[in-house]
């Protein structure tokens, strides 16, 4: 079956009709703002390092801290007795 075509342009009453309702607001995790990364300098790490105490180091060592680890390693081997 063919349909004439009466005009390209809808009127406004047709435009009026296409109009879409608003939307329910959908169910949607919320958004996470992102974090902001701060970077630390090299002779800022090694300032913080030499200032830490060493109580601090040794809890560092014991949660997994490989540098914690080797300035415990070195610290022992100093005041080691000598034979």
Do not use: C, F, W
């Not at 342009?9 to 607001?25: D, H, L, Y």
């Not at 959908?26 to 300098?41: G, H, L, M, Y």
Request: proline residues 11%.
């Amino acid at each position: 079956m063919i349909t004439p075509v009466t005009s390209s342009n809808p009127g406004p009453a047709e435009v009026q009709s296409k109009t879409v309702a608003p939307q329910p607001p959908q169910s949607q995790a919320p958004q996470t703002t992102p974090a902001d990364t701060v970077t630390i300098s090299a002779a800022k790490q090694i300032l913080q390092e030499s200032l830490e105490t060493s109580s601090q180091t040794a809890k560092e060592a014991a949660g997994g801290d490989a540098q914690a680890r080797r300035l415990l390693a070195r610290e022992a081997a100093d005041h080691a007795p000598i034979k």
